[in-house]
């Protein structure tokens, strides 16, 4: 095989439910996950009936494109349907988006790290290297994660903007010239196990995505669910961002300050970052560590006052 940069660090998935709750001492339904800014409950749209058509015609391969999802996905977006891509999430575009800019010799600039993992495995995997001078495109995850702030957009181009949570925030950098838009239905939409993400480019940008891409990325029960979600309207978000701000209140109720966010989850600074998220793990509560801070996606009300209270109780 062709190797990999000296600097790849493959990607690390967190621990499963199933090993959490062995940790934990409880059965997999009682652990409490606040680290994969994912909401808590499947949308009401995520039903038998929404899948049936797709199954009773499941022996055979799709027509490519998926033109209604498409037309939806660019009414939503307020672009022409040509300017939009298809893939197997976020991730699948991100992906595209390094191998079709970049190459063996070339380097992409990853703004605002430490950022989403998955720009700079991209970047390697086409078989760039990662670096700051001349670089070949520039990645940016805006709102930001880890730490929800709504960053300023970098000037360099070509861009590629990963929106994953731009319906928390609600600004978009849709429109702006060579800037690529990632999006997906893994956050707002509630669909992550369904693997359905979209790139929003200029025509001419998104068709010469569309040919370096696998030709069909989608299932056609993802694609039903995608357009599904569509059809019930624009998610409403705004449960979860007063939940989180109740949340944040709560943090600093306990001594803790919160950085102010503008997704699904909150980055709080602390001191012996990795033990808290140990002791945490023992009471059931997974979050996403850090050196100096943990990650906490916004979860169910009841889910979040388990959590601050948990975080009083080893703050004391
Ligand atoms: N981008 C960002 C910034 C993310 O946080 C995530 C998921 N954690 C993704 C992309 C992945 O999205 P998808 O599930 O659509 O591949």
Known sequence: MRPLSPAFTEYGWAMSTAEAARVAGIEPHAVLRFDG?????PPG?????????????????????FPALIDAIADYAGVGPEQIVLGAGADDLLLLCARAFAGPGDVVRVVDEPTYPLFRIAAWLAGAEVGDEGAAVTFCCRPHNPTGALTPLPEERPLVVDEAYHEYAGETAVGLEHVVVVRTFSKAF?????????????????????????????????????????????????????????????????????????????????????????????????????????????????????????????NG
């Open 37 to 41: 800014n994912t909401p808590p409950d």
């Open 45 to 65: 749209y995520a039903r038998p009936e929404t899948i049936a058509p797709a199954l009773a015609e499941i022996q055979r391969y799709p027509h490519g494109g």
């Open 190 to 314: 509630g669909l992550a196990a369904a693997r359905v993400g979209y790139a929003v480019a200029a025509a001419d940008t998104a068709s010469e995505l569309r040919v370096r891409q696998d030709p069909l990325p989608l299932t056609t029960l993802s694609a039903a669910l995608a357009l599904a979600a569509l059809r019930a309207g624009p998610p409403d978000v705004a449960p979860t961002i007063a939940e989180r701000e109740r949340l944040a209140d709560g943090l600093r109720g306990v001594g803790l300050e919160p950085l102010p966010s503008r997704t699904n989850f909150l980055y709080v600074p602390l001191d012996g970052a990795r033990q808290r998220y140990e002791r945490l793990l023992r009471s059931g509560l997974v979050v996403r560590p850090f050196d100096d801070a943990i990650r906490v996606t916004v979860h169910r009300p009841e889910a979040n006052d388990r959590l601050l209270a948990a975080l009083e109780q080893s």
